[in-house]
């Protein structure tokens, strides 16, 4: 039995499309514009980012800022700062309702969302231990698909269970992503298999901490930092890829849980939730090959050969640097930096931060002496600190990006509430085809093909 040349090559012959037909057919790759900004596909009262003006067709850069319904996020996060609460319960509740809640409200929301952080019993072991997983990502997917099961209105969408949905979500991730961590230890690591439980009163941050430390203790500050974190990355627009793919997916009319799942698989994606993770290894090759931490000249030469592909992992990129929106400055890098400090002093682990603040300054430096770039175009992003801030917590490597996930689940949730309150219309961009028409059906007995080699060989390989 035979089929036409290597199965592989096969595929790669009859999948390959010319680059230069996305500039004949004016193909916005990435739905990005020929200048770089995204391209407009709808619109929202949630969320915006701001990273440069547009003027008579020319882009300029502009300092860095993030609004959560109407209000910059430096200013929220002073705000709580200030009062001494935690922020991410009144984020939530900014985030899905509008406005900042009462007081009162706050204290109900809380205990609300502590309440729901409460799985269903032997959910651990029924789900996390006996469909095994290496990837904690994947886990929090196959979680929230088990959690459909166990909603009796799964598929109501009117907008009051939407809601009670999204808080679900963004309440049980929580307790999920410690618990899928342990996990993962116990089944591919041989790790001891930890599970404590949550306390309804405690916020989100104190509450991971509790149950990803085996003590279960925690600092005041850890809180407050983890805590902040949470706020940074509990929105970013509408554009960015797993929001766009929530709203994407929630356009045909699915589950709240479908649609959540598909954003958590965009966010495992490397080109999205797991740049701090890089950022984090690629420093420990920085601080192993760097013998002076002060020196510039030594962090300099470093970056030079990063950027000449001699480094890291040989691909020339600068992890933890530039963004699609922001130029000049990235608003939750700035915020995420002081707080960095905060713990680096705790933690005895100040110099190390120099060296990350000195490799901040020389890197945009280096990129426009090499001709990479320009200092304007390339800032460090929140991933440049946030991998620093959740090593400084403890928090492993590998527990990072379903960190993100924990605090991104608001912004899904808003977004998607925010389409369903209106009429649905499912997204449904163009495609050109550019491949051969009218090619005529050979009948079986007289296709031919010279290269033909064994199916099952093949198959093997």
Not at 47 to 66: F, R
Not at 175 to 201: C, K, T
Request: charged share 25%; glycine share 8%; aromatic share 10%.
């Amino acid at each position: 039995m035979g089929i036409c040349g290597n199965l592989s090559e096969l595929a790669r012959k009859f999948n390959y499309i010319d680059p230069s037909n996305y500039t004949k057919f004016d193909v916005k790759r990435g739905l990005r514009n020929d200048d770089g900004t995204g391209v407009l596909v709808g619109l929202t009262t949630v969320g915006e980012v701001e990273g440069y003006v547009k003027q008579d067709g020319h882009v300029t850069a502009i300092p860095g800022k993030l609004y959560y319904r109407g209000i910059e996020v430096e200013d929220l996060v002073a705000g709580f700062e200030r009062e001494g609460h935690f922020g991410f319960e009144e984020t939530v509740f900014l985030l899905i309702f509008g406005r900042l809640p009462t007081r009162l409200e706050l204290e109900e929301f809380t205990l609300t969302l502590g309440e729901m952080r409460i799985l269903p019993k032997n959910f651990s072991r029924d789900v996390l231990q006996t469909f095994r997983t290496p990837d904690i990502m994947n886990a929090l997917g196959r979680s929230t698909m088990v959690l459909y099961s166990r909603d009796k209105r799964a598929d109501d969408l009117s907008l009051e269970n939407q809601i009670r949905q999204g808080l679900e979500l963004c309440a049980k991730l929580v307790p999920l992503v410690p618990w899928a961590y342990y996990s993962v230890e116990y089944g591919f690591r041989d790790r001891s298999l930890i599970i404590h439980m949550p306390e309804v009163q405690h916020s989100a941050a104190e509450t991971f901490l509790r149950l990803l430390r085996p003590n279960m203790e925690f600092t005041e500050l850890e809180a407050k930092t983890l805590d902040v974190a949470l706020v940074l990355h509990a929105e970013h627009g509408g554009g960015n890829n797993s929001t766009f793919t929530m709203r994407v997916v929630s356009s045909t009319g699915t589950d709240f849980y479908s649609a959540a799942t598909a954003a958590l698989g965009s966010l495992k994606g490397p080109l999205h939730g797991g740049a701090n993770v890089q950022v984090v290894k690629m420093f420990e090759e920085v601080k192993r090959d760097v013998t002076n931490w002060h020196s510039r000249d030594e962090v300099r030469d470093w970056i030079q050969k990063l950027l000449k592909k001699e480094k890291f992992d040989q691909m020339g990129v600068l992890y933890g640097f530039g963004h699609a929106v922001y130029t000049i400055s990235d608003p939750r890098a700035v915020i995420l930096k002081k707080y960095a400090r905060k713990l680096a002093i705790e933690k005895g682990r100040e110099e190390e931060l120099e060296l990350y603040e000195l490799f901040e300054e020389e890197a945009p430096k280096v990129l426009k002496e090499m001709g990479k770039g320009s200092k304007e175009a390339l800032c460090a992003n929140v991933d440049f600190y946030s991998g620093f801030v959740y090593d400084c917590l403890g928090i492993p490597p590998e527990v990072f990006t379903p960190l993100f996930a924990m605090a991104r689940m608001a912004g899904w949730a808003a977004h998607r509430i925010e389409m369903l309150t209106g009429p649905l219309k499912i997204v449904r961009p163009a495609f050109k085809y550019v491949g051969e028409l009218a090619k005529a059906y050979e009948l079986l007995n007289e296709r031919r093909c010279p290269d033909a080699v064994d199916t099952a060989s093949v198959l093997a390989r």
